[in-house]
């Protein structure tokens, strides 16, 4: 049986101890078709990520914004999407 989430600090550092040691696969639409051997899908997922938008491909777009350094975001936002802190 599951156990109940809390915030208690041990059981936050369980937490912190189990997701470095194990990767997670997020649910997301490309993850659930990457399960999936089909050349045709793989054509399409290559494809979407190569399609370039405001300078960069997809993927570029992918990596740049979930990187974990937000001023390379916000860099990347500015200089591609004219979109700065003053916004």
């Known amino acids: 049986m599951a156990e109940d989430y809390s915030p208690e600090r041990d059981y936050q550092l369980r937490i912190a101890e189990l997701t470095s040691k194990f990767t997670y696969r997020g649910d997301t639409n490309y993850a659930k078709i990457d399960r999936i051997d089909h050349a045709g899908i793989e054509e399409f997922k290559r494809s ?7 300078g960069r491909t997809v993927d570029e777009w992918r990596r740049t914004l979930t990187h974990k ?11 591609h999407l004219e979109i700065g802190s003053d916004v």
């Open 48 to 54: 979407v990520m190569e399609r370039r938008i405001k």
């Open 69 to 79: 350094d937000d001023g390379v975001v916000a860099a990347a936002l500015a200089d």
